[in-house]
């Protein structure tokens, strides 16, 4: 910024502050509320996570009790494992599902618009409706397997969404229809993006269309799933409307999550105290993925500012 | 009659002048008016309060209604937040024992005089009563009644059971069930999944197995009774209700079984009076079901309580004050408790309103008797799963370790009243 | 790939495309023909079956009919409060955005890698976490139970995707077109109006897709901070099914979660093609 100022020496001879103050307002009032509030919420909840408040928040000191009782619970230890069960199928599933759409759809078909529509339209629509209609499919007395019986076929079963062991597979299904959308975009947009000379190179060449993309093609989406990777993630941590629509945690408790146990522990079971340790603990899981990941990026810069 | 209520009345308002005047200068000085929070903004509860507004107008007041849809838990929110900003609604609904935690998080208003100068407690429940006047004082006023334990039978599944007695105990209820399925009912039990649909199973077993030990383990989480064989054979007995019930319901509303019941194809339900709206509503005969209480093993009813009520919450503004003094006449009036039960199906707090009349339902009228012979034997008991019994945060637990023993058939009777007092531990 | 190639391979993609959409559209058309049967109807029968009698009443009810407590208007007057936080919303994250990306990735300035990290890491604070922490800047600022204050949650929270994903497209400018311009004595803002945005609108058409959707589908903040007559269309939606003593009115329901969807819908299948053109254009880096 200094540069630019300083190559309009013809300029009246306004004090520099003052001529650079609106972009500085532009630039700096929105980034730092944004900031601002993630830093102080985020502290705030730390806070009050080591306080014993139930219904509002209250002053006081409880040291780790709360994150002992969260930690001891059934509810949460069911919710952790879920979540590394969930999110990991969850986000492999969505981008594979991703990715096969986006190439299906790059195989220059017809209709590419009408389809490109059908897989993008649950983006549009909320998770309590999704959650709602699918809990209605996947109930094996309403939906899929009651038509399939209907049909003919009566020793078919599909009763995942009443099998404590199953039930979480129902929510992968859910949330990758609802969002390997976003997954097949990005990856559309990849593909449509790699160098066309390339193609033709390795098409000359003598290369058939599956080696051209695992050798070629592929190789170039690597920082698209990334991006694909961290947005879904983001997705399958703060899962909870859909949740609570398709199973609200069960059978039993068997589909909890930590989403749905910091709700539940804040404004349902007004232990505001111990919903604020569940969701400390919910931010240093996912630090916990996304360090890994930053420092990553940072190594990578950092090569690519050397070379 | 009307004359005679309008003595009273009058009577009623110079006691309230003498002990209010506060309020009741007020009351000439502003125009009424009220703001309410709550969550029933469709189906009878919408109607219900739409109607209970409309009195509340024709008596000169302004009616300030905003519906928090969707969970209770989202109404809360609501609450919470306007409690916060120290804004909270003039009056709004909140029940069971959490009116004695919110009581804690903000002002509320001394009722005394006017549920006195209403005659309000001898005709109230007194296990109801006690939730609402935490600390002694009235500061909440419960509105409508239902019943969480009663039980429908389906006429068909009777006929194909070659049954025409109604059950009066446990046994008897396994019994039946037990013909039904012989008979050709597929399922002898038409409930739904979802958590307090399973707390209710749980409820209804142990209240009809001993009110007693119901009062001792859940109301009062004595660790003795909560370990004790009641609850061992209540949780049993849920064993069988689970075993008979469709296992594809998963977590559905039990709505979702209505016309398998109505058709015979399932046989018994055990739900809150609530239900029988529900039927009517999906356009179903009432001659094609029976209500009657929930079984009881003494054979006398068993009545496990859930009552809606309003809190009101202290505001400085004349014209809320006069507003909350209208609202707290109208809520305790039998008419007016009349209509609203007759558009729910609930029954009135009132044990003094006649049900025999016009307007009221089979059911209605069965929970109303059943109500009153609860109370008489000491067996109107408040119900966990819809949480009457204990703060959410204790229900909450205590549902998780229910509904997980519902779906997870391995779970053994006693590994789940170890659990049960383990969550009870807990939640303290 | 490009190539076309010999039919049988080209049936079989076909085929897997059309089977896929086919189950991508079953949900939908469970709503669509709940859309057209009575409450009745769906009560007495299953949630999942084809109408019996088109109950095409359902649209109008839905539309002005039904009530939510003492107002019988369906979700119209909704549907108006939640465009009316949706649109300002979306309008300022995505403008803010656009330029808090551009000074990120263009500018370079003290600090920025910091504050742009912690801007990006918002995206995974969940919001049941923020909700009391909003409550208490709502009522220290007097924005409670307004739309504004609605208004401004969602463009603060916002600005994390608009910002993510506006630095990352415009990283993908060449530096040299900024040099020049600078040496012309060009500013900041001339930068951003004159170069900036008239590259932009395919980055701009996918956070605006974004926000939009996200915003009109929100329901936990619309209901707690709102009063009344201001509630968003997800809650005249929850209305409708919630209440565990009632029979919840599917038919009704169905058509009323149809015509809410529309807006985002609609968005979604005219702002498809660019959606993945504006992604195409560089944004995933």
Redesign the interface.
Known sequence: ?T??AA??PDRPALPEWVR?L??CL??WV??????A??????L??IWISFTPS????VTGWVGLRNYT?VA????WQIAFDNLLLFGSAFVLLSAATGLI?AI??????RGE?V????????????????G??????L?????I???VHDLGWTSFKF?W??D?DMAIWTIVIAAI?QSSGFAM??F???L??VDADI?KAA?IDGAG?IR??RRI?LPSLW??TI?VVVIQ??FA??T??LVRAL??G?????TQLP?LV???L???????GRG?AA?VL??LI?LAV?LPY?AWRYLQRRRASHA | MPITTTRRRLLAGSVATLALPALVRAQSAAKPRLTVISQWSAGSDGAAITALGKKFEEKGGVWQHSPVPGFTTEMMNKLRAQIMAGDPPACSQLKGPEIAAWSKIAPTVDLDALVAAAGYEKVVAPDLAKLHKPGGKWIALPLQIYSTNMLFLSKRAMDKAKADKIPVTWADFNDLAEKMKAGGVAYPIANGGTRPDDGQKFEAALAGISPLAYRAAIMNLEKKALEGPEVKAAFAQVRKIADWMDPNVGAQHFSTNLKRFIDGDMGMMIMGGWAQGVLRNAGFKFEDFIIAPGPSDNSKPVFLLNADAFIFWQRKEPDLQAGQTLMAQLVMDPAIQTMYSQITGSIPVRTDVDLSGEGWSDGQRRTGAALKEAIASNQAVLSLAHNMAQENGMTAAMIDVITEYVKNKTIKPEQAVARLAEAVEGAR | MRERTFAPSRVLIYLIVLLIAAAWLAPLAVVVLNSLRTNEEIAQASMIGWPKQWAWGNYAAAWSGFCVAETCAGIRPYMLNSALVTIPAMVFSTLLGAVAGYAVSLWRFRGDTWIYAIVTLGLFLPQQMRLLPWTIVLRDIGLINTLAGLVLIHTIQGLSFTTLFCRNYYVAIPHELIRAARIDGAGFFRIFWRIILPLSPPILIVTVIWQFTHIWNEFLYGVTFTSGQQQPVTAALIALSAAVADIPQHGVQSAAVIIAALPTLLIYVLGGRYFVRGLTAGAVK
Do not use: C
Not at chain 1, 30 to 35: E, G, I, N, T
Not at chain 1, 37 to 42: A, G, I, K, M, Q
Not at chain 1, 250 to 254: E, K, L, Y
């Open positions: 910024m540069n630019a190559m309009k650079r609106p972009e532009m630039i929105p980034l730092l509320l944004s900031a509030h993630l830093v102080s919420f985020s705030w909840t139930t219904l509002v928040p009782a001891a619970s059934r509810n759409l299906l759809l790059d195989q220059r078909i618009n389809l490109r529509s059908v897989f993008l339209y649950p983006l549009a629509v909320s998770f309590v409706v999704t709602t209609v699918w809990s209605w499919l109930n094996p007395g309403l939906g397997q009651k038509l009763d969404l009443i404590r229809w975009a990005l559309l947009a990849g449509r993006s193609i098409q269309p051209m993309y093609i920082p698209i991006t993630l983001q941590i703060s909870f409307d199973t609200n069960g059978p039993g408790i068997a989403a910091v709700y539940d804040m404004f349902q079971r007004s232990l505001l604020a969701a919910m931010l996912l996304l930053a």
